[in-house]
């Protein structure tokens, strides 16, 4: 019986480990060749922070982000990213790399971003970025750079952004951008360097849309008169680059450090230069105005024949035959810009970028288009055609007055108002005397009817009636009812009783 319970007690235990063996077993492993301690998540791998003097030598070949940042690495291998054939980003900031060397980025074709800020770097040879033909951003900013080979970015054919700032360059060749094109560059930063000689011809001649772009503050620049004009000229039209850090465009007016002063704040130092000596540096830019729906047509006007011809948009697209991605720009067999339907998104600043064997490799021609809506043409005021309209409505309103009879109601009101309503008769010329000798009357002409007996009364007659050379005498009787002039008795003539003497008033 103690055999079968031991037995029973190896077979449970035996059991358990199978199981734990088998949980084990089902937990996922470690990813496929994810260094120590490094962190490996689908296609990011991430070693940052670990204290790293070298690369790792095995690498996931599935990573397509690469951070090494914020180790110790010093130096890097040849080929040491033989293996990672999807690296789109790799960050190398705040190590201690002091020099790259000849074939590090050689299997790094299709890497877009690379960071190489915060370290020792010193120089940048001609082949140290060999193999970055697709890169678009390189961050170089934050190191000890002192020299620049002048075909150091030859290989960057599409880079948009290079960051070289907080470096110790004495030095830029903006001629040729030490190998760089102009075609894709959007953002040069060449702030807090050593640049104390800049060619303002060649600053001039950059691209509108580079110049946007172009960060030149904190360095120690000469207080020369037309970078002082071109200076300026960039920030009245409102760059970013120049608007944005205003404050810290600095300049050597005695060619001594403490001698700096501020560009746009300190304007007694450039009272007495001249602006005729940058009228030359910068070829104006074209206005033109556009209505919407309308076509238009640039040309690339160089000073003498070119070889290559292309645009850049007012998106900052790059515009080459047969055109625009959406089809609303053309590009000619001659160079020129076709637009045959002008839209509000075509407003903006286009820019020629010309290349040929006797011209310079930057030059440029721009055109700033303004796109309008199509105002609607006011209706023409006719002066004639309003005052027939107004005849025309007078004559129909007299018309209507004269011919067309009141309504039912108004015309009750009209009838009873003529009943009720005695017309005036033409007054005698007794009742125009009554009424006259009512004005002196004491009495009130709506008082009964009674004797004058009493009173005496004034009676004013118009010359002209039965009169003696010209006067009319009249005799008012004691008994004469005013309101009965039937009873009044006129006499006429010199040798009347009534009138001895007197003239033109008889009172009785």
Aim: with cysteine; proline share 6%; net charge positive.
């Amino acid at each position: 019986m103690a055999r079968l319970v031991l037995q029973g007690t190896l077979l449970c235990m035996l059991r358990v480990g199978l199981s734990t063996l088998d949980s084990e077993s089902f937990l996922s492993p470690a990813p496929h060749n994810c260094p120590y301690k490094c962190v490996c998540a689908a296609d990011l791998l991430s070693c940052a922070g670990l204290g790293l003097q070298d690369v790792p030598v095995t690498l996931p070949a599935a990573a397509a982000d690469l951070d090494l940042s914020h180790n110790a690495l010093q130096r890097l291998r040849p080929g040491w990213l033989a293996t990672l054939s999807r690296l789109r980003t790799l960050r190398l900031n705040h190590n201690e790399l002091d020099a790259l060397g000849r074939g590090v980025f050689t299997n790094a074709s299709g890497l877009r971003l690379l960071d190489l800020s915060s370290n020792a770097l010193r120089a940048l040879g001609r082949h140290d970025l060999d193999g970055l033909g697709e890169l678009k951003m390189l961050l170089l900013f934050n190191n000890r750079l002192a020299h620049l080979d002048e075909q150091a970015f030859h290989g960057l054919g599409v880079l948009s952004r290079l960051y070289l700032g907080c470096n110790e360059l004495a030095s830029f060749s903006f001629s040729h951008l030490h190998g760089l094109g102009t075609t894709h560059l959007r953002t040069l930063d060449l702030s807090s360097n050593h640049l104390g000689r800049i060619p303002v011809p060649d600053l001039a001649s950059l691209p509108a849309f580079l110049k946007n772009g172009l960060y030149l503050h904190n360095n120690p620049l000469p207080c020369d008169c037309r970078l002082y004009h071109l200076l300026r000229r960039w920030h009245q039209r409102g760059l970013s680059a120049v608007s944005d850090f205003a404050g810290e465009y600095t300049c050597l007016a005695f060619k001594v450090p403490t001698s700096r002063v501020r560009f746009f704040e300190h304007s007694r130092v450039f009272e007495n230069c001249s602006a005729a000596l940058a009228r030359g540096l910068e070829q104006p830019e074209e206005q033109l105005h556009v209505q919407v729906g309308q076509s238009l047509r640039l040309h690339c006007n160089t000073s003498a024949p070119a070889v290559h011809i292309a645009w850049v948009s007012p998106q900052h697209e790059l515009l080459m035959a047969p055109g625009s991605r959406n089809g609303s720009i053309a590009v000619r067999a001659d160079g020129s810009l076709a637009i045959s339907n002008v839209q509000p998104w075509h407003e903006g600043v286009f820019v020629c970028l010309a290349t040929g064997p006797h011209l310079h490799h930057n030059q440029t021609h721009e055109y700033n288009v303004s796109v309008h809506f199509p105002r609607p043409e006011p209706d023409t005021f006719n002066t004639g055609f309003t005052t027939l309209l107004g005849c025309a409505v007078g004559l129909v309103l007299v018309l209507l007055y004269l011919f067309v009879p009141p309504c039912p109601g108004c015309r009750r009101c009209y009838h009873c108002t003529c009943r009720c309503r005695r017309w005036p008769r033409t007054p005698s010329p007794l009742q125009e005397l009554s009424a006259q000798s009512s004005v002196l009357s004491t009495t009130l002409p709506n008082a009964p009817r009674r004797k004058a007996s009493v009173h005496k009364h004034v009676v004013f007659l118009e010359p002209g009636r039965r009169s003696l050379n010209g006067r009319v005498q009249l005799a008012v009787a004691e008994n004469f009812d005013l309101y009965n002039p039937m009873g009044l008795r006129l006499k006429a003539g010199s040798e009347s009783a009534s009138s001895t003497g007197s003239e033109g008033l008889v009172m009785t």
